[in-house]
DNA sequence: AGCCGATATGTTTTATTTTGCATATCCATT
DNA sequence: AATGGATATGCAAAATAAAACATATCGGCT
């Protein structure tokens, strides 16, 4: 998740992602955004190609995050009429949704944080 | 500035900086980590020696966002006995301060978000 | 059995960042 | 005036990341 917000000429950006022990990105707003796609087209091409991404890039990322969370988000599947498809698993579901509530959340309160520190800016100066 | 939350082996983190209009990096983790390096040793290459990162980016960064901010961070003097020194500027500091400020404020803000989103985690489970 | 379209991957290119190297400049001190 | 050590900066090289390309595989349908 990432924001921005403005203060005169300078902007102040902020981002949250869930990671591995390693701080490597497992999901974020990429991802988050990703998967909710995938679970409308039902299918991680369109998705990939409605978003404007490389579908091996994505592809690729799933796949290592899967691994470290340790279940699966999507479910694949390959061949048949339509050539495969993929699905959102119900942890999948899950996930996206815990965090769309923390999203929101986050951003309302980081939002009472800045405005604050605008005023201290002005102040300082 | 960035932080880690555990929930069990998945970790949160976040990140907050100061952009200009393009949303190109002027001050996050990174180089306000590096300014208050070079507060206490008063040397810029002291400073990325110290860190750990190379002097030739350090150098570049500053200038960058000094340029974009519309005043200066660092005082630079070359020559003399020592070759010449670094220190920070009255505004330098002062953000600096603002910033560190900030981050304590944000930090206390998102920490209680996150246990509100390990609850809403675990109970979905 | 053969086709089609999506998943699954390895390999190669391209683009972006970061580091490293070389060199010039500056100036208090010797 | 010669020296030394830090700032200042261009440029080449190396490391990372992202995109592109090329195939292989799978399985319901015709």
Redesign the pocket.
Known sequence: MSKTNTYSNIHLHYKVWLSDKKGENLLGDGKWQLLKE?EQQ???????EKIG?????A??D??FAEQRLGFQL?N???????????LLTEEGKRFILAYDEFHREFARSVDKVIIKFKRTLKKKR
Do not use: E, F, Q
């Open positions: 995938i039902g299918s991680l091409k369109a998705a990939t991404i490389s579908y091996r890039k592809w690729g799933i796949k999507v694949k599947t390959r061949g048949g009429r339509d050539g495969g498809n993929s």
